[in-house]
C-alpha cells in the first residue's frame, strides 16, 4: 500500500484524476446553489439537491475505478510487474495493499466534498434544501455506501487491470462495469428508493456482502504465472 502511494506521487495521470475530479464534483453543486434565489420553488430545489447528492457518490464510483485500473497494467509498463509478482506475500494481500492504497483517499476525499457542500448548504441555503441535505436518513446513506460504492470500482478496476494489456482498455472496462452502481445511486437520489434508514442499512449490508464476493473473485482472476508469462 505504502509503495502504491508512492506511485501515486509521481504519476501525474493519477494525481490529475484524483484533483479533477472532486474539484467539478464539488464547485459545480455549490455554483448552482449559490445561484438559486430564496424564493425559488421546492421543485427547483429538490431538483438541486438531489443532482447535488448524485454527483457526491459518482466521486466513490468513478474515482477508484480509474485508479485502480493502473493497477496491473502500469506496474507492467514500468517493467516492475514480474519482481512484484513474485515476491512471497499472499495474492489475496497483495490485492488487498493495492486495493486499500485506491479506497482510503477515495473516502477522503469523497467526505471532504461531501462536508464542503453540506456546510455551504447550511450557510448560504434557504430552509427547504438546508432539510433535504441534512436529512438524517440521506446522511446516514452517504456514510454508509461510499466506502461499500469505493470499494466495488477498486475491485472492478483491479479485475479490469489484470485481464487487460492496455490502461485505456482497463479504465473503460472499469467504467462499464460500474453502471450498476450508478443505477443503485440514482434510485436512491431520485426517491425511486425512499431513503429511509432501515433501507439504507440493508443495501449496505448487501453491498458488503457483494464487495467481499468480489474480492475472492478478483483473487482467483488474479493468477500469477499467468501475468508472468504473459507480459515475458
Not at 12 to 40: C, N, Y
Not at 47 to 62: G, H, N, Q, R, Y
Given at each position: 500500500?505504502?509503495?502504491?502511494?508512492?506511485?501515486?506521487?509521481?504519476?501525474?495521470?493519477?494525481?490529475?484524476?484524483?484533483?479533477?475530479?472532486?474539484?467539478?464534483?464539488?464547485v459545480l453543486p455549490i455554483?448552482?446553489?449559490?445561484?438559486?434565489?430564496?424564493?425559488?420553488?421546492?421543485?427547483?430545489?429538490?431538483?438541486?439537491?438531489?443532482?447535488?447528492?448524485?454527483?457526491?457518490?459518482?466521486?466513490?464510483?468513478?474515482?477508484?475505478?480509474?485508479?485502480?485500473?493502473?493497477?496491473?497494467?502500469?506496474?507492467?509498463?514500468?517493467?516492475?510487474?514480474?519482481?512484484?509478482l513474485t515476491t512471497p506475500?499472499?495474492?489475496?494481500?497483495?490485492?488487498?495493499?493495492?486495493?486499500?492504497?485506491?479506497?482510503?483517499?477515495?473516502?477522503?476525499?469523497?467526505?471532504?466534498?461531501?462536508?464542503?457542500?453540506?456546510?455551504?448548504?447550511?450557510?448560504?441555503?434557504?430552509?427547504?434544501?438546508?432539510?433535504?441535505?441534512?436529512?438524517?436518513?440521506?446522511?446516514?446513506?452517504?456514510?454508509?455506501?461510499?466506502?461499500?460504492?469505493?470499494?466495488?470500482?477498486?475491485?472492478?478496476?483491479?479485475?479490469?487491470?489484470?485481464?487487460?494489456?492496455?490502461?485505456?482498455?482497463?479504465?473503460?472496462?472499469?467504467?462499464?462495469?460500474?453502471?450498476?452502481?450508478?443505477?443503485?445511486?440514482?434510485?436512491?437520489?431520485?426517491?425511486?428508493?425512499?431513503?429511509?434508514?432501515?433501507?439504507?442499512?440493508?443495501?449496505?449490508?448487501?453491498?458488503?456482502?457483494?464487495d467481499r464476493l468480489a474480492?475472492?473473485?478478483?483473487?482467483?482472476?488474479?493468477?500469477?504465472?499467468?501475468?508472468?508469462?504473459?507480459?515475458?
Amino acid at each position: 500500500m505504502r509503495k502504491e502511494f508512492r506511485e501515486y506521487r509521481r504519476n501525474r495521470f493519477i494525481l490529475g484524476t484524483a484533483v479533477i475530479i472532486p474539484v467539478l464534483f464539488v464547485v459545480l453543486p455549490i455554483s448552482q446553489l449559490l445561484a438559486l434565489a430564496d424564493t425559488a420553488p421546492e421543485a427547483a430545489v429538490r431538483k438541486l439537491a438531489e443532482s447535488a447528492e448524485l454527483m457526491m457518490l459518482l466521486v466513490p464510483v468513478t474515482l477508484p475505478s480509474a485508479i485502480a485500473a493502473y493497477a496491473v497494467v502500469g506496474e507492467r509498463d514500468q517493467g516492475t510487474l514480474e519482481s512484484i509478482l513474485t515476491t512471497p506475500i499472499s495474492t489475496e494481500d497483495l490485492i488487498l495493499g493495492k486495493a486499500l492504497a485506491s479506497i482510503i483517499p477515495t473516502v477522503l476525499i469523497a467526505y471532504a466534498i461531501a462536508i464542503i457542500f453540506a456546510v455551504a448548504v447550511r450557510i448560504q441555503g434557504n430552509d427547504a434544501i438546508v432539510s433535504i441535505v441534512w436529512d438524517p436518513a440521506r446522511i446516514v446513506a452517504q456514510v454508509l455506501f461510499v466506502p461499500l460504492l469505493a470499494t466495488w470500482s477498486t475491485w472492478v478496476g483491479i479485475g479490469a487491470s489484470a485481464r487487460s494489456s492496455d490502461v485505456r482498455v482497463a479504465q473503460q472496462l472499469a467504467a462499464l462495469a460500474s453502471l450498476p452502481m450508478v443505477g443503485l445511486a440514482s434510485l436512491f437520489t431520485f426517491q425511486v428508493l425512499t431513503p429511509d434508514l432501515r433501507l439504507a442499512v440493508a443495501i449496505a449490508v448487501v453491498l458488503l456482502v457483494v464487495d467481499r464476493l468480489a474480492w475472492r473473485v478478483v483473487s482467483r482472476m488474479f493468477d500469477r504465472e499467468r501475468l508472468i508469462s504473459r507480459y515475458r
